[in-house]
């Protein structure tokens, strides 16, 4: 059966393609600003207007050879069409013939994989030229839907009462493989905001739930989270920590750290703050059991979930960017005491942001020994992509 498609629905779809895309606005949160300035839409208008932006995002090239066209009225017509909604006398894009659309449709099959996988011809050679034969594999799995992951706060609950609680809530879950305290919804059933913000679970994909226990934190211990963002590693760590230890996050923008007190609070978790800074930093000189740089980087691990990134990621962005975890490498390092932890993460596949960086540091700083290193594929696990190495400071002779 056909679906009615809402005009005012449509013309704020495609408003938002256009910030995405003529503008540069972040696509998550140019469907946010569209979703809270009209509060009166329904939970079926919210996600159709959301999923139309993040498809087309995501399969841009795809449909611009179904369309005939790059227009993104046409783009998202031509989505529309697929999804079964019924074409509406109002339709301000070309009408593609059944017929038509199946023979573009076959072409498909012989044209570049950067058309078929939609992302920059850039980012398809660098990603080849980095993973090999494995790079296909990874792609595929990056340009699926994301799924939802659920990370247990052990100090307001445990699996059991939270999974009791959410299924009250008629949110399924099941448990995660290699995550003690993950959960992953499913039934694509929503988890309300006040569910989210109850403080007794965080939205966490499984990957970066491995990041806290890799740092191998124990209670009464001295931990930096150096690049917290908005804190979801941060309050991982705080948990295992169990209420004993000091734990300081630190970010350049003063925002975040702003929602992580927030999310600290609703969690029931000590955390300190501080702008990073020259200053900051001296004072915790070789004082840290751990320290933990969740270093910027390219989010080639993400795509499922920031598929714009797909079209700007650049072997001079990733070239830029490397500059920076090295830099971010050289400030933090220091914090480590001899006998402590030194611990380098980043949401990429590309081996120039994660191995080489971490052979880079390990020759330039024989003080510190390499333990382990981690890589999570996407492709193996249907996770986010991740990478993690830790190092130990060697004792003062």
Request: aromatic share 6%; charged share 25%; net charge negative.
């Amino acid at each position: 059966m056909e679906k009615k498609l809402h005009r005012i629905l449509a013309e704020a779809a495609v408003g938002v393609l256009r910030q995405v895309f003529e503008e540069g606005m972040v696509a998550d949160r140019a469907v946010g600003r569209a979703l809270g300035a009209n509060p009166k839409w329904g939970k079926r208008d919210r996600a159709l207007v959301a999923e139309t932006v993040y498809e087309v995002v995501r399969w841009r090239r795809r449909l611009a050879v179904l369309a005939g066209s790059e227009d993104w009225w046409a783009l998202a017509g031509v989505w529309w069409e697929g999804q079964e909604y019924a074409r509406p006398e109002w339709a301000c894009w070309p009408e593609v013939e059944a017929a038509v659309r199946a023979e573009r449709e076959a072409a498909l099959a012989a044209m570049p994989r950067a058309v078929r996988e939609s992302l920059s011809d850039e980012f398809d050679a660098l990603g080849g030229a980095e993973l090999g034969a494995a790079w296909a594999g990874e792609l595929a799995a990056l340009n699926g839907p994301a799924p939802v992951f659920l990370r247990v706060n052990p100090r307001r609950g445990n699996v059991a009462s939270i999974v009791a609680e959410l299924e009250a809530a008629g949110v399924a879950v099941e448990p995660v493989e290699g995550c003690p305290l993950g959960l992953r919804v499913v039934g694509g059933r929503a988890v309300t905001a006040q569910l989210r913000e109850s403080g007794r679970f965080e939205i966490q994909d499984a990957a970066s739930q491995q990041v806290a226990p890799f740092c191998q934190v124990e209670p009464g211990m001295r931990v930096v989270d150096a690049c917290a963002g908005a804190g979801g590693k941060t309050l991982h760590l705080a948990a295992l920590l169990e209420g004993n230890g000091d734990l300081l996050a630190m970010d350049v923008q003063e925002r975040k750290l702003e929602s992580l007190k927030a999310r600290a609070a609703r969690a029931t978790v000590k955390v300190r703050t501080a702008l990073l800074s020259d200053e900051v930093l001296a004072k915790q000189a070789g004082q840290a059991d751990r320290v933990l740089v969740d270093a910027p980087c390219s989010g080639s691990g993400t795509l499922r979930r920031q598929a714009d990134l797909k079209y700007q990621i650049s072997a001079e962005s990733v070239a830029q960017i490397r500059q920076v975890q090295r830099e971010v490498l050289e400030r933090c390092a220091p914090l480590v005491k001899p006998g402590g932890k030194l611990i380098y993460t980043t949401c990429s596949i590309l081996p120039s942001e994660n191995e080489t960086q971490a052979a880079w540091f390990s020759g330039e700083h024989p003080d510190f020994v390499l333990e382990e290193e981690r890589r999570i594929s996407p492709a193996a696990t249907g996770w986010d992509g991740f990478y993690m190495a830790r190092w130990r400071r060697m004792l003062e002779s």
